[in-house]
């Protein structure tokens, strides 16, 4: 099945320090990737959706210049929190579809520990 | 994206049969039900679609209801590796989801 990787599995910095995650579809090309954040005992939600060589779309109330979403290939999104605050602290997720699928069977990858100190 | 309700938690016997119900009753006629699931500290796994007719792989069967507002998901053997979150999603194919709260489930031994 579709492998989704993402780099590292957890991470902590001082306040006020940036961090990327790396989100990488290992054995197929991924025209969408979405970015999760998960807070404890919550739920999933969705930050932004990002399409390979094109803007990324955030949800409302998500930051943009905050949170820098960079596509630049069919395997590859980065997620990069600036200036990160002990409230970004969380479970960040990414998920990939197949180019060209037609149901939204999304792959996810394992995520990514944040704890800003 | 149709509003789904599951209930917040649930028990099962190891070996038997898990059923897990959804509701969506404002479900649109060009969204289909996902099933998706995950296991404590990891991303959620997909498992099951459908449309309409009832649906069956080898990790679960999918039950819809004719009118589309109901669904159960079957896990027809549970195992120790199948307590997670279960989510019931309500979406039309090639866009985003919205992940609810879900159903914990619990599987014991």
């Known amino acids: 099945g579709a492998v989704v990787s993402q780099h590292p599995s957890r991470v902590i910095c001082k306040s006020g320090t940036s961090v990327k995650i790396e989100c990488r579809s290992l054995d197929f090309q991924a025209t969408t990737m979405f970015w999760y954040r998960q807070f404890p005992k919550q739920s999933l939600m969705l930050m932004a959706t990002s399409n390979e060589g094109s803007k990324a779309t955030y949800e409302q109330g998500v930051e943009k210049d905050k949170f820098l979403i960079n596509h630049a290939s069919l395997t590859l999104s980065t997620l990069t929190v600036t200036s990160a605050h002990p409230e970004d602290s969380s479970f960040y997720i990414c998920?990939?579809?197949?180019?060209?699928?037609?149901?939204?069977?999304?792959?996810f990858g394992p995520g990514t520990r944040l704890t800003v100190l | 994206d149709a509003k789904t309700t599951q209930p917040p938690s649930m028990d099962c016997a190891e070996g038997r049969a898990a059923n897990l119900p959804c509701n969506h009753s404002?479900?649109?006629?060009?969204?289909?039900v996902y099933w998706y699931r995950q296991i404590h500290s990891q991303g959620p796994q997909y498992i099951i679609h459908g449309l309409k007719n009832n649906e069956t792989n080898e990790m679960a069967s999918l039950i819809i209801t004719e009118d589309r507002k109901s669904s159960t998901l079957i896990l027809p053997h549970a195992t120790l590796r199948d307590t997670a979150v279960y989510y019931c999603?309500?979406?039309?194919?090639?866009?985003?989801?919205?992940f609810g709260t879900g159903t914990r489930l619990t599987i014991i031994p």
């Open positions: 999603i309500g979406a039309p194919g090639n866009e985003k989801l919205t």
């Open positions: 998920s990939a579809g197949l180019r060209g699928w037609s149901y939204n069977e999304q792959f």
């Open positions: 404002t479900i649109s006629g060009n969204e289909y």
